[in-house]
């Protein structure tokens, strides 16, 4: 299924790595055409990671929100296909592996795209590494639970570190293929639950639709549910990092993100309502509450599907958790490579390799990181979930909304002077309802971040901060480009810039 590489090796020597710069003035020099719409929406889905979200985290939504979970994994699910609309409307016309960062910085100008690239790149990488020491816990408790045989998260980190750089360094289509199987195996699990409920007609109180009822989102611990429920879509907006990769971009990567975000609205709404009937409406929110929460999606699969299925949730969580880390590694990979190929990072991460066309030498600043994040836990003795994970996850999640909202507003930008004969409701009404509504989410996760991290007001403020710093850091390093190289600016504002 795989195109051809569109572009050939150089054939001047090349450094040790094996990798070549490409000079901003050319093409990228990723695989051209590689991935197609299903590569880039196991890309997506498999970042979401379904099982992990609804066994590990959807439980917490409905402690908080109770009959309200679903509908806030519903609203959720539409406010990100609204920005959709115009997010891939502008796909067309830019393409970059640094999406965010080209999408803002052509329709905000420059030095705000510098900024968020910054931030795009810092959350990347904060969901990266705590997804990691996720996959190290899940596996550690795991494998113990099979076997009897005690190996500390760590080593279980570590190993997956190894394999994940290793897939990173390789074709794109082979990570893609990886995901698939992966994702395909954890839907299944949760669609054997879901068939498990219905054939039994739910729980206690049988099938209730009145969950979907608008007045529950008057409820108290709504406000909070929003936190996790936005949170579990992070990373769709990955099919346009990809654009560079895509065969046919102006189709692939719009169909992509709509099949991905539509598939993951649907299917968090599904599945949480029939988590709350396998317990019954009344009880789900005081199951959630109580000692067996954490479980209750395992438990619930134990009773309406079989031990079996139970059994295969608990090995299938590690492999969603390794899938999550591995589409993360690759989007923050790809933000290392782009930036280093623009200037705003040094120029040997905008390399790639000869032989892969993989961004080879992103792929190992990406891998360093998150070693140095392993290894400071262990030194630390940090807990690898609720520190790492629960930290940086809050951290990146709020970044990530944070470019969702600056992306949506720079649609509007770019297209107010000149829609590009593309209908106003999606390229003006969209974009601003969708920053509108982002704006809501963003105030919401602030003040609930607690929720999520479990840390205390100073701690919250210390993981928020980096986030404008780094924003006011990437302004002042492209207007310092601006001052020094007025050529190289203006290569920058243009580059990426491509009409169908």
């Known amino acids: 299924?795989?195109?051809?590489?569109?572009?050939?090796?150089?054939?001047?020597?090349?450094?040790?790595?094996?990798?070549?710069?490409?000079?901003?003035?050319?093409?990228?020099?990723?695989?051209?055409?590689?991935?197609?719409?299903?590569?880039?929406?196991?890309?997506?889905?498999?970042?979401?990671?379904?099982?992990?979200?609804?066994?590990?985290?959807?439980?917490?939504?409905?402690?908080?929100?109770?009959?309200?979970?679903?509908?806030?994994?519903?609203i959720s699910g539409l406010l990100l296909i609204v920005f959709a609309a115009g997010f891939t409307a502008m796909s067309r016309f830019v393409r970059n592996a640094g999406a965010f960062y080209a999408y803002i910085g052509r329709g905000l100008g420059l030095p705000t795209g510098a900024g968020s690239a910054y931030v795009a790149l810092f959350s990347y990488n904060a969901i990266e590494v705590?997804?990691?020491?996720?996959?190290?816990?899940?596996?550690?408790?795991?494998?113990?639970?099979?076997?009897?045989?005690?190996?500390?998260?760590?080593?279980?980190?570590?190993?997956?570190?190894?394999?994940?750089?290793?897939?990173?360094?390789?074709?794109?289509?082979?990570?893609?293929?990886?995901?698939?199987?992966?994702?395909?195996?954890?839907?299944?699990?949760?669609?054997?639950?879901?068939?498990?409920?219905?054939?039994?007609?739910?729980?206690?109180?049988?099938?209730?639709?009145?969950?979907?009822?608008?007045?529950?989102?008057?409820?108290?611990?709504?406000?909070?549910?929003?936190?996790?429920?936005?949170?579990?879509?992070?990373?769709?907006?990955?099919?346009a990092i990809y654009a560079e990769e895509a065969r046919q971009p102006a189709r692939t990567v719009p169909r992509a993100t709509y099949v991905a975000v539509a598939f993951l609205a649907l299917f968090y709404t599904f599945?949480?309502?029939?988590?709350?009937?396998?317990?019954?409406?009344?009880?789900?929110q005081a199951v959630a509450n109580g000692d067996g929460g954490a479980d209750m999606v395992f438990s619930a699969t134990e009773r309406f599907a079989g031990a079996w299925a139970a059994d295969s949730m608990h090995v299938l969580i590690i492999t969603s958790a390794f899938a999550a880390t591995l589409a993360f590694h690759n989007g923050a990979a790809r933000y290392f490579y782009a930036l280093g190929r623009e200037g705003?990072?040094?120029?040997?991460?905008?390399t790639v390799s000869a032989r892969t066309r993989a961004p080879a030498v992103a792929v190992l600043?990406?891998?360093?990181?998150?070693?140095?994040?392993?290894?400071?836990?262990?030194?630390?003795?940090?807990?690898?979930?609720?520190?790492?994970?629960?930290?940086?996850?809050?951290?990146?999640?709020?970044?990530?909304?944070?470019?969702?909202?600056?992306?949506?507003?720079?649609?509007?930008?770019?297209?107010?002077?000149?829609?590009?004969?593309?209908?106003?409701?999606?390229?003006?009404?969209?974009?601003?309802?969708?920053?509108?509504?982002?704006?809501?989410m963003i105030v919401l996760v602030c003040a609930n971040l607690d929720l999520l991290t479990g840390a205390s007001t100073g701690v919250n403020a210390a993981l928020i901060a980096p986030l404008p710093l780094l924003f006011v850091a990437g302004v002042a390093v492209a207007l310092r480009i601006r001052r020094r190289d007025p050529a190289a600016y203006e290569r920058l504002t243009t580059v990426d810039t491509e009409r169908d």
Not at 131 to 155: C, M, Q, Y
């Open 1 to 74: 299924m795989t195109a051809p590489d569109s572009s050939a090796p150089p054939s001047a020597p090349t450094p040790a790595i094996d990798s070549v710069p490409e000079p901003a003035s050319r093409a990228p020099g990723l695989s051209d055409g590689a991935v197609g719409t299903g590569d880039l929406v196991f890309f997506v889905v498999a970042a979401a990671a379904p099982l992990t979200v609804m066994a590990g985290v959807a439980p917490l939504a409905i402690g908080m929100a109770g009959r309200a979970a679903p509908l806030g994994y519903l």
């Open 130 to 239: 705590g997804l990691l020491a996720a996959f190290g816990w899940f596996t550690e408790s795991g494998f113990e639970d099979l076997t009897g045989v005690h190996v500390p998260w760590w080593a279980w980190a570590l190993a997956g570190l190894v394999a994940i750089g290793v897939l990173g360094y390789l074709k794109v289509t082979l990570s893609a293929k990886v995901l698939g199987v992966a994702l395909v195996l954890e839907v299944l699990v949760l669609l054997v639950f879901e068939a498990g409920v219905l054939a039994h007609g739910g729980g206690p109180q049988g099938l209730d639709p009145g969950t979907f009822s608008p007045a529950h989102l008057g409820e108290s611990g709504v406000g909070g549910m929003f936190v996790l429920a936005i949170g579990a879509f992070v990373g769709f907006e990955a099919t």
């Open 271 to 284: 599945t949480v309502w029939m988590i709350i009937n396998a317990y019954g409406a009344d009880r789900a």
């Open 344 to 350: 705003l990072l040094p120029a040997r991460l905008g």
């Open 365 to 440: 600043a990406q891998s360093a990181v998150a070693l140095a994040v392993i290894v400071i836990t262990m030194i630390a003795s940090a807990d690898p979930y609720t520190v790492t994970f629960l930290w940086t996850s809050g951290t990146g999640i709020l970044g990530v909304m944070l470019m969702q909202a600056l992306a949506a507003l720079a649609v509007y930008g770019f297209f107010r002077r000149d829609r590009r004969s593309l209908p106003a409701l999606r390229v003006v009404a969209a974009p601003l309802l969708a920053c509108a509504g982002l704006a809501v």
